[in-house]
């Protein structure tokens, strides 16, 4: 049951807008730190920690939607 739980969340963040997907996948499925993402797209930390907030906050969204 909790592969499918893993394969919803998945599906989530592909639809994310591609500066988000991009870093929360970085992030949370290749397990990269906010530093070594940071390098490897060439922006700021900062930029990294509010990409992911606004990732997260929009992944939250999307599953309270299709739980209604």
């Known amino acids: 049951q909790s592969r499918g739980l893993g394969d919803v969340y998945k599906r989530q ?3 994310l807008p591609d500066k988000l997907k991009t870093t929360v996948y970085m992030f949370y499925y290749e397990d990269m730190t906010a530093a070594q ?8 930390e900062n930029t990294v920690y509010k990409r992911l907030e606004r990732g ?5 969204i999307s599953l309270e939607e299709d739980a209604i």
């Open 56 to 60: 997260r906050s929009a992944l939250k």
């Open 13 to 15: 963040v592909m639809r």
């Open 37 to 44: 993402i940071a390098g490897a797209l060439g922006i700021s």
